[in-house]
């Protein structure tokens, strides 16, 4: 299937209207999205290859609704709580906001999430063996391993004294993020400078910030919103001559220095196993959050030239991918 229909199929229902009179007897899944259809198009098959893992095909025994915020995680209470009334059997959530606006939207419905963060930590399930309620999923723990950002930047910079963090503020998960990027930094002997942004305005402000801080490099950890503006940060952040680690591949390919974060490709479809097994009537409580354990660390070696930085062998070596 080509781009352009991926983004087609992720813009409204997948089901024909004509056919919609048969929806008693096909299971709807409401999927409630932070970003775009656009923005999620390169992980649709991922998600479907899930599915059909299950003997679910969407257009044959399955259909799916798409609720989309365009990055106003605002936007996603109301969304979740339209699907909840279109009866959707179960609803995939995806991203942290997402997760928590259908978590809130009922206690009945069954839910398949994904997750950057500790989905116990974030209040999502009680613990990761036994979620309980109506709740399960995949986190893939980019937060967790959010001081790793910071200890690559510095081994790739070691004469920076400071750094500097861009999260944003409406997630859920930068309290967590900034504390945990906070105490990496004392023990490395680094300042870090925490930026907030939530918006194109927001991003705008807090890049022109950026060289009365006198920082050494940004860390831009994982966030809907944010990952899709990674490619206009590498190359912002390339034109002020700054090293920037992302958690995109796409970031390091538009011209971020590095990317460090799991498998997006792998949680996806490990999400459309679950929605699968759930559609098919296993209980959410009885499916334990599943964690993705694949990292991948992508060196971007052109841009480091660009910087006229010369990244270490010693981590080129642990390097999954270099662009050169």
């Known amino acids: 299937m080509k781009r352009r229909d991926f983004i087609a199929l992720l813009g409204g229902a997948a089901w024909p209207a004509a056919a919609r009179a048969q929806e008693t007897a096909i299971p709807l899944i409401g999927l409630l999205g932070s970003t775009t259809p656009e923005e999620w198009a390169p992980y649709l098959a991922a998600f479907l290859k899930g599915l059909s893992e299950t003997g679910i095909v969407i257009g044959r025994n399955g259909a799916i609704e798409y609720r989309w915020a365009e990055g106003r995680y605002d936007r996603l209470p109301a969304m979740a709580t339209e699907l909840i009334e279109r009866k959707a059997s179960v609803t995939a959530a995806i991203t942290t906001p997402a997760a928590v606006a259908a978590k809130a939207a009922t206690t009945t419905t069954p839910i398949v999430f994904t997750t950057i963060g500790d989905p116990v930590k974030l209040g999502l399930i009680t613990s990761l063996s036994r979620p309980g309620g109506n709740i399960t999923g995949v986190t893939y723990l980019n937060v967790e391993i959010g001081p790793k950002l910071l200890e690559l930047m510095h081994e790739a910079v070691p004469t920076a004294t400071a750094m500097a963090l861009l999260v944003n503020p ?3 998960n930068p309290e967590i993020e900034s504390r945990s990027l906070q105490d990496a930094a004392h023990t490395l002997g680094l300042e870090l400078r925490i930026l907030n942004a939530s918006t194109d305005q927001d991003i705008d ?13 940004l860390v831009i950890p994982s966030d809907a919103f944010l990952n899709t503006r990674a490619g206009e940060l590498a190359r912002r952040a390339l034109l002020y001559r700054l090293p920037a680690i992302f958690q995109t591949r796409e970031s390091i390919v538009a011209g971020g220095l590095m990317s460090y974060a799991g498998s997006a490709a792998e949680v996806y479809r490990q999400a459309g196993v679950y929605t699968g097994r759930t559609l098919k009537g296993e209980k959410p409580a009885q499916l334990p959050v599943i964690q993705a354990t694949k990292v991948e660390l992508v060196v971007n070696l052109k841009t480091a030239k660009a910087l006229g930085l010369t990244v270490p062998m010693t981590l080129l070596g642990r390097a999954d991918e270099v662009i050169e």
């Open 170 to 172: 409406s997630n859920p």
């Open 205 to 217: 402000a807090a890049l022109a910030r950026l060289a009365q801080l006198r920082v050494g490099g």
